[in-house]
Structure formats: C-alpha cells, structure tokens
C-alpha cells in the first residue's frame, strides 16, 4: 500500500445489510469524489472483481475492515481450470449468477434505508422482500441501464433521483416466497423455511443445496417458456430484467413443485420445457457436490438423453453417486 495514501476525511458509517460496491459509492459521494476516481486512487484495476491488494487499499481508505469488505465485493479464482466466484461468503459456479455490470435497487429502500442492499447483486432474486416490489435495473427517467458509475446511490447518471414509475408488476406469492427464502440463505439462516411473514411451501430440494445450486436448478427450470425453446450462449448468461426474471421464477417454481407426478408420460411432456444443459453444466460444474448431485438425479428423474455422458464424468471423477430422488419425487409434498 503506497504511503501517500490517507484514509477519507469524511467517515461512513457501514450497514452489515449493504453491498460493498454501494458503500464505496457512498463514501465517494460523501466526500464530494466519483467512485471511479476513488479506485483510480486506490490503484485498483477493476470493481468487478477485486483481489486482496485493491480490498484492503480501499478498506484502509474507507475506515472498515478487509475482512468487512472483501465478503462484500466480488472476487474469482481459477478452480480445476474453471473460474469460480465469491460473494457474500458463498461460492459461485456460474458469472450469470451474480450482477456484475447491472445492478438493481429497490427505491424505496433507498429512500428509506440510504443503503444497496447485498443481495440486489444476485441475479436470481428480483423483488424487495421488505417493500414486496420488483427491483429495478433501469433509470425510469432516462431508460439507461444502472451502473455503479452513477453520482449517487440514489441518482441515475442523467442526474435523476431513481423513483418507481407508476407501471407497477404484480407479485405471486412464489416470487416473493423465493426471493425471502434465496435472502434469507444468503444471510445464513438455513432453516429459511421460517422466514416471517409466513411464505408458501417451495420444492424441499432448494434448502438442500447451495444458493448457487438453488438458482441454477430453478433457472434450468424455468428458463424455457415453451416447448422447444432454444438459448443461446450469449442468452443464458445476459441477465434479464428483474421482470422477466420473475417470470422465469415462477415457472421454475411451478415446474418444480410439478415434479412429484410420477408417470412416464409427465416426464416426457415436461423434459421439453427443461433447460438442459444448465442442468448439465450444474451437474459437471456446482461449487459443491449437493449441487452437482441434485442436478445428476433431476436429469435422471427426467430421463434426460445426455444422463449418461455426465455420468461417465463424473465416475472418471472418482465420486460416488448418492441418492436425492426423493427431493424430487416428493418436491411438491
């Protein structure tokens, strides 16, 4: 750390619920500095995804601690040859998990609070459970995407102050269950079947894999919105908007709690709806092996073709299989 560097004159005080990049923007703006010119200052080469050096320069620079921030910021590493990301305490298989270039943000939140929530940068939770209302990830104003270069936490680059418009979308009760539960195991409360106010009953094998397992499994499930659907690379990775995304949800939901039909024929009428290979990679690729099993038996309930190629994989890998059809066959009990 270069010995001209000084920490803020004006200090911040940091909220445990917020993200790291929210509370740098934060005390950028307090100090009368854009955030880019903060981490030009800092020698950080990237907030996308930061390594140890740029944490605890902007760390020393912020008055928190690394350990405080590095849990708050995004970071990858190269695992087995593939990258993998962290964020939150919790390990991550897929960029598309995560926002990275696109946050979101809850208005009212900010109007309320004055803080970004952390988990408005995960990409599969799309609404405020605190507010029940869909994020956004656009200037109502200007229309322009959000970007963490904007002035203020609350202020588009146009200059605006980021409100809802009156458009509003209307919540299902499986989105806003999702979005409390994907939340609350965020935080680490794992039993998040308690979470207040009371939720609607989810498929049992979500709150037996990780948050990224989750995501993937009820992304796989409900990406496709017709029979036949097909997805391009580029496609899966985009994030859509918090909008779609909640259509995705609910059909991921619905699809999953579908799963206790037992007949040949339902699995065949349903695998046509079923984003394959994100069930394939999850099974090649989950950050742990509750992942990576509960996607191996999903294809297996299913009878997906590519079953065998991934089995072949994985015993190459030297892993046992073990059974989780139950999750499934019992998913909607």
């Known amino acids: 750390m270069s010995v001209d560097l000084q920490p803020l004159p004006v200090a911040v005080e940091p909220s445990d619920e917020e993200s790291g990049l929210g509370f740098l923007l934060r005390c950028s703006h307090a100090n009368g500095i854009a955030l880019q010119f903060l981490a030009n200052h800092a020698g950080v080469r990237s907030l996308r995804w930061m390594v140890p050096r740029d944490i605890d320069t902007l760390a020393y620079l912020a008055g928190v601690s690394p350990n405080w921030l590095g849990q708050r910021v995004k970071t990858r590493r190269q695992v ?74 609350d202020v588009c680059c146009c200059g605006r102050y980021l409100r809802r418009s009156g458009r509003e979308h209307h919540l299902s009760r499986d989105e806003m269950s999702w979005c409390q539960t994907l939340s609350a195991r965020l935080k680490g409360k794992h039993l998040a079947r308690a979470v207040e106010p009371p939720t609607i009953q989810l498929p049992e094998w979500i709150f037996h894999v990780s948050p990224d397992g989750a995501s993937r499994l009820v992304h796989a499930l409900g990406a496709l919105s017709k029979p036949g659907q097909c997805l391009s690379s580029a496609k899966v990775v985009e994030i859509p908007s918090p909008s779609e995304l909640a259509e995705v949800v609910e059909r991921g939901l619905a699809r999953g709690r579908m799963l206790q039909e037992q007949s040949i024929e339902f699995r065949r009428s349903i695998r046509v709806l079923i984003y394959e290979p994100g069930l394939q990679r999850l099974a090649r690729q989950g950050v742990v092996f509750e992942d990576q099993q509960a ?31 139950e999750l499934f066959q019992d998913a909607g009990a």
């Open 80 to 153: 087995n040859g593939r990258r993998q990301y962290s964020y939150l305490g919790w390990e991550w298989g897929s960029i598309a998990s995560l926002r990275v270039k696109q946050p979101q943000v809850c208005p009212e939140c900010l109007a309320e609070y004055a803080i970004c929530r952390a988990e408005w940068d995960v990409a599969m939770i799309s609404a405020c459970p605190v507010h029940r209302a869909l994020l956004i990830d656009r200037c109502p104003h200007c229309g322009m995407r959000l970007t963490w270069s904007r002035p203020a936490i």
């Open 295 to 325: 996607a191996v038996q999903l294809m297996k309930f299913l009878d997906c073709e590519s079953l065998d190629l991934v089995e072949r994989e994985r015993r190459r890998g030297g892993r046992p299989t073990k059974g989780q059809l």
